[in-house]
């Protein structure tokens, strides 16, 4: 497999405007050929995608998704440009695919990186510094450490970041800018909630010998 380096990586961004990890993707599965790469970014939609990505996405549909069991529930809001595309089938799939991932995915919650709160971030950082395996460790290294284990964890929390359920070769982001270039319009993942049954609600346990008791005395 070529080297691929930082500087073609940029070159490729530069000429597509699609992301860096797409830009990455695509030169590990040509071998390094920028003008394959462009073709395999195209072929996948994201190179148009990425410069769809700009135009504003206020149609869509609210779409929701039950569990086998009802027992878990989803309501997503989910936008693309025109009203017509919004009834279309390939995006009907694609809300109906995304509220299906949110639901297998009780760790997420937020659409993307930028929507965490700084302190739900800083939080993070805290606990990792305080972790006993980084004692005794030079202050550049425990940094590196540490920035690689929010990363990890804060990744966790997003729907964009997680691989796709029905390919795991595919992260939930990839899957959007795919659908995007198919139909031609910006697609965004705006809101959702993810409701369990039962969440929230205190059940009082009641013991073995305490309800026996209860029993005696009525």
Request: avoid cysteine; charge should be negative; glycine fraction near 12%.
């Given at each position: 497999m070529s080297n691929i380096t930082a500087k073609l990586v940029k070159?490729?961004?530069?000429?597509?405007?699609?992301?860096m990890m797409d830009c990455k993707k695509a030169l590990n599965e040509t071998d390094g050929d920028?003008?394959?790469?462009?073709?395999w970014l195209r072929k996948k939609g994201i190179a148009s995608a990425e410069k769809k990505s700009g135009r504003v996405?206020?149609?869509g549909s609210i779409g929701s998704y039950i569990h086998t069991g009802s027992r878990v529930?989803?309501?997503?809001?989910?936008?693309c440009e025109t009203?017509?595309?919004?009834?279309?089938?390939?995006f009907q799939s694609l809300l109906k695919d995304v509220a299906m991932q949110i639901a297998a995915c009780p760790n997420v919650e937020y659409v993307s990186i930028d929507e965490i709160p700084k302190e739900v971030v800083n939080k993070e950082k805290q606990i990792e510094m305080g972790r006993d395996d980084l004692t005794g460790k030079p202050d550049q290294i425990k940094e590196k450490i540490v920035e690689g284990r929010i990363s990890k964890r804060l990744n966790e929390l997003v729907l964009l970041e997680q691989p796709y359920i029905k390919d795991s070769s595919l992260s939930v982001e990839q899957l959007v800018k795919e659908t995007a270039g198919k139909i031609g319009e910006n697609i965004r993942i705006r809101r959702f909630t993810r409701y369990t049954l039962g969440e929230g609600i205190e059940v009082e346990t009641v013991g073995f010998a305490e309800e026996v008791a209860s029993i005696k005395s009525n």
């Open positions: 070159e490729l961004r530069d000429k597509t405007g699609a992301g920028i003008d394959k790469a462009i073709e996405a206020a149609e529930g989803v309501l997503l809001e989910l936008n009203d017509f595309v919004a009834r279309g089938e390939i």
